[in-house]
């Protein structure tokens, strides 16, 4: 069978990938395990858990898509103070079971900056041993250089779709250029780097998709966010469908060719892919993705930050996803891995591959 997928990697090109997107229910099983076995090979068995924590709803941004846009007034808005999120952090640390903590918000550029950095600087002070991501949004290099000197391991900003056309439609402030602008920087800086996008936007093709897996692999990223878009009833494109509503399988076939696509990204199976299926984050860590985020933000604020509706796990306290997240990974066989799990493209212990502020 694994006769049938030769390329990975760099040997995989736009003709070879389109047909494995495309790939009918005869193929799959075989699709699945051989992205399953590149991920083993790449990635080991140990599964590296990184903790989100949202500690804002707040954003300056209309993307068309997202249920905390600035134009809906349905979530209640909040920010959480800085003693608690340094709090909820120590929580993290001392249960010992994710090595990062990734720091989530909405996009407030300038507002919130110095108040990033300090965070990042107390939290270090705290939990040295916690690597810290942080994913807030475009901003200028010298701000990312400033969070970088702060303390903080890596970034997340997923371009969602490598269609300069689509991405102008859905987001009102920016453009694919600058959003690739800003993960160039953090690149340049050193930063371990993720990138990612939406399966699915109304308007895309299994063309656009096959381009997003190839922009992954020409940015080389340590990690990659993918997941299924869905439609939130308090956004313009609430009655616009997912382009493969009717063919499922298309969310984790994307997975799979992804880890073909890049052998040593670290693909995480995220929290969308439970929002449309029960078990579809444990699909996802079958087929291809190699992480796993539980949430750590505290009940109170969960149901305020629903970027997408359908979203799991918004009554559980924060101690409930940890334990749920050891029980479903050990059902799959799968140990967590120790420590911070930094990229594996990584050539030494430093995290910092190409300084350059
Ligand atoms: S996707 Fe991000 S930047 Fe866009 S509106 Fe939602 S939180 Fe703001």
Redesign the pocket.
């Known amino acids: 069978m694994e006769n049938s997928f030769p390329h990975h990697g760099k040997t995989l090109t736009r003709e070879n990938l389109l047909p494995l997107l495309r790939a009918t229910d005869a193929d799959l099983s075989a699709l699945y395990a051989r992205a399953d076995a590149v991920r083993r090979e790449n990635c080991g068995d140990a599964v590296p858990i990184r903790a989100i924590l949202e500690f804002s709803?707040v954003?300056?941004?209309?993307?068309l898509?997202?249920?905390?846009?600035?134009s809906n007034p349905d979530p209640i808005r909040y920010q959480m103070a800085a003693a608690d999120i340094r709090a909820a952090a120590r929580q993290i640390a001392g249960e010992e079971i994710a090595g990062t903590i990734v720091l989530q918000?909405?996009?407030t550029p300038g507002a919130s900056d110095d108040a990033i950095a300090a965070l990042i600087r107390d939290i270090k002070t705290d939990c040295p041993a916690l690597a810290i991501t942080l994913s807030v949004?475009n901003r200028p290099r010298h701000v990312y250089a400033r969070w970088r000197d702060a303390g903080m391991d890596r970034y997340l900003l997923r371009f969602e779709t490598s269609d300069a056309a689509l991405f102008a439609r859905l987001?009102p402030a920016g453009t694919l250029a600058e959003r690739l602008r800003c993960l160039r920087d953090l690149q340049a800086l050193g930063v371990q780097t993720g990138g990612g996008f939406m399966i699915g936007l109304p308007g895309e093709t299994v063309e656009t998709l096959a381009d997003n897996i190839l922009l992954c692999r020409e940015f080389d990223f340590d990690m990659i966010g993918i997941g299924p878009y869905i439609p939130h009833p308090g956004t313009p494109l609430s009655h616009a469908p997912n382009v493969y509503a009717d063919d499922p399988d298309m969310f984790f076939r994307a997975i799979a060719v992804l880890r073909l696509a890049t052998p040593l990204a670290h693909i995480p199976a995220t929290t969308a892919f439970d929002a449309l299926f029960s078990d579809g984050r444990d699909r996802a860590l079958q087929c291809g993705a190699n992480v796993f985020m539980p949430n750590a933000t505290p009940r109170p604020y969960r149901r305020a930050y629903q970027?997408y509706p359908g979203k799991p796990c918004v009554d559980e306290e924060a101690l409930n996803c940890s334990r749920c997240v050891q029980h479903r990974l050990h059902t799959l066989g799968r140990p967590i891995a120790p420590g911070p799990s930094h990229s594996l493209k990584m050539k030494s212990d430093s995290h910092v591959l190409n300084p350059d502020s």
């Open positions: 709803n954003c300056a941004n209309d993307c898509y997202c249920g905390i846009r600035a918000a909405g996009e949004g987001h970027l």
